[in-house]
């Protein structure tokens, strides 16, 4: 059974750089059938697709979020990192993991999501 | 304000059936048989329940089936339990931008 799980602070301040963990289990990062995936969801609203990671390490993400997102993989800890930066009050969410396979286009496996908010 | 409209709020009572539509445009819902429905307790992990419009994966109970007509998408709960009662939400892909998915605002289902 694949599993994920985020982990990160919940607190940042305005301006600095939100930074997150998905670790994986049960399943590999490496596997080239996968894309690894971040979602969020601000407080009383719907979700929103944030980006995916390759194993290759090459990424996509929304445009919404412009050049603010940065997506990273650790095949040693089997793990994918999410940094956003420049975060203000809209980016406060909760951050969901979830496992992407690009023949299906849904995501097949999340995480339980974690609450981070931006606040001074 | 999320890019594909779902009604707030759905109720009906145990044994029922229950529709919940996914409004989108002919740019995703309309154009790509890549409709999905994921259930969520809060707290707790969301679950696909639908992929690729009609498709259950495996383990999913086959009370929850999905359809699609132009631009709108349904899930529908037949049987409606009381472990139904849950946040749902849909997404679809969109070649707006390359790769995108986009999802609902969620639909909160209640089991009277």
């Known amino acids: 059974q694949v599993q994920l799980q985020e982990s990160g602070p919940g607190l940042v301040k305005p301006s600095e750089t939100l930074s997150l963990t998905c670790t994986v289990s049960?399943?590999?990062?490496?596997?080239?059938?996968?894309?690894w995936s971040w979602i969020r969801q601000p407080p009383g609203k719907g979700l929103e697709w944030i980006g995916y990671?390759?194993?290759?390490?090459?990424?996509n993400h929304n445009p919404s979020l412009k050049s603010r997102v940065t997506m990273t993989l650790d095949t040693s800890k089997n793990q994918f990192s999410l940094k956003l930066s420049s975060v203000t009050a809209a980016d406060t969410a909760v951050y969901f993991c979830?496992?992407?396979?690009?023949?299906?286009?849904?995501?097949?496996?999340w995480g339980q999501g974690t609450l981070v908010t931006v606040s001074s | 304000q999320s890019a594909l409209t779902q009604p707030p709020s759905a109720s009906g009572s145990p044994g029922q059936s229950v529709t919940i539509s996914c409004t989108g445009t002919?740019?995703?819902?309309?154009?790509?048989?890549?409709v999905s429905w994921f259930q969520h307790h809060p707290g707790k992990a969301p679950k696909l329940m639908i992929y690729?419009?009609?498709k259950r994966p495996s383990g999913v109970p086959d009370r929850f089936s999905g359809s699609k007509s132009g631009n709108t998408a349904s899930l529908t709960v037949s049987g409606l339990q009381a472990e139904d009662e849950a946040d749902y939400y849909c997404?679809?892909?969109?070649?707006?931008?390359?790769?995108?998915?986009?999802f609902g605002g969620g639909t909160k289902l209640t089991v009277l």
């Open positions: 979830a496992r992407l396979p690009p023949a299906m286009v849904t995501f097949d496996y």
């Open positions: 997404s679809s892909y969109t070649s707006s931008n390359n790769f995108e998915v986009v």
């Open positions: 049960g399943g590999s990062v490496s596997n080239s059938n996968y894309y």
């Open positions: 002919s740019s995703d819902v309309g154009a790509y048989n890549y």
């Open positions: 690729e419009v009609s």
């Open positions: 990671i390759y194993y290759s390490g090459s990424t």
